[in-house]
């Protein structure tokens, strides 16, 4: 694929993306244009705007969508943005559901830069609000992440309000939206308004504030389990797996030496490939979870120092599950899929 390669700029090829919105909040749904002239951009609703791209498998990039596209393929915004819903819904697969403790839930798809347009698939909320009559409460805090939880419930909202006021604190430059929504018969609208970080000098915090702190943290652990800004999720879960059948081939290599059925020869062998595809699960592991490059440096070496590798691994693959539950995966003992 050359790396100057671009999405063909077709009707088939169109998606929608949510990014902030700069202007005004929105109180409705609507589609009021972008000042941006050189792209097609809408105001959606409350901080969220939707953004036209072309998109395309095996391209490593998006392109955006320019005023000449449409007068091109001849689309009206209206008609744009059922393309790109649309185009967007199928690239995505089927919306996945995964409960996190406290009433909420992560929906996500095959393709994280489209889990927050999930909030376009009509179809999909209309079936929840057919068991939660009340409505239902999302918030998307940064990009790749959507979490919805019923509402009416005032615990279950206050934790969503929790989950998604961490998230958005932690986000950086993927920082999405400072709002939760509500969706019900006539749609959705802004609910409430997430407290946006604010940078602040570190506070000197005394050892009995400290201890309140962490056990209140403990208190709440998986369900606010946020994923930092930098990971790259489909690095971890194959580092994590990589290193997972590590352990497994570890112990089957170990056997078979022990059992004396093959000679030396083949039995270095074995280990010398185990080793070496142990440590590009090392480095695609500590990569994906954004450590620094010393960390990872450190990581490598501590493959191959017998025990204290397997305690390495073990504390890189329990980051990798936090973060990769807190984003909607869901992990089993041979690692994570979403």
């Not at 590590?246 to 170990?254: A, E, F, H, Y």
């Amino acid at each position: 694929m050359a790396s100057g390669q671009e999405p063909a700029r077709e009707r088939d090829r169109l998606m929608v993306q949510l990014h902030p919105w700069p202007g005004e909040r929105l109180a409705r749904e609507t589609l009021r244009p972008s000042p941006a002239a050189d792209t097609v951009a809408y105001g959606y609703l409350g901080d969220l705007q939707l953004r036209l791209v072309f998109d395309e498998p095996g391209v490593s990039r998006t392109s955006a969508v320019r005023p000449d596209d449409l007068a091109r393929l001849e689309l009206t915004p209206q008609k744009a943005v059922a393309y790109a819903s649309s185009n967007s819904k199928r690239a995505s697969g089927a919306p996945q559901v995964t409960p996190l403790d406290g009433g909420i839930h992560t929906l996500r798809g095959q393709h994280a830069d489209y889990n927050a347009t999930f909030m376009l698939d009509r179809t999909f909320w209309r079936q929840q609000l057919e068991k939660f009559p009340q409505g239902l409460l999302a918030a998307v805090p940064r990009k790749g992440v959507l979490m919805f939880a019923p509402a009416g419930d005032a615990a279950v909202e206050a934790q969503l309000q929790k989950i998604a006021t961490r998230t958005l604190a932690s986000a950086g430059a993927a920082t999405l939206s400072a709002c939760i929504y509500r969706f019900d018969a006539t749609g959705w609208q802004p609910y409430a308004d997430l407290p946006r970080p604010q940078p602040q000098v570190a506070p000197v915090v005394t050892a009995a504030a400290r201890k309140v702190d962490d056990d209140d943290d403990d208190d709440e652990a998986d369900a606010e389990e946020q994923v930092d800004a930098g990971v790259d999720l489909d690095k971890v879960a194959n580092g994590q797996r990589m290193l997972v059948l590590s352990i497994l081939g570890s112990l089957l290599v170990n056997g078979v030496a022990r059992s004396g059925v093959l000679s030396t020869l083949p039995i270095f062998a074995m280990y010398v490939v185990l080793g070496l595809y142990s440590l590009v699960g090392v480095v695609r592991l500590s990569s994906g979870l954004g450590k620094p490059t010393p960390s990872t440096i450190l990581y490598m070496v501590l493959t191959f120092v017998p025990l204290v590798s397997l305690g390495a691994w073990i504390w890189l693959s329990v980051q990798a599950t936090r973060q990769l539950r807190a984003a909607g995966w869901r992990v089993g003992l041979l690692g994570a899929r979403p």
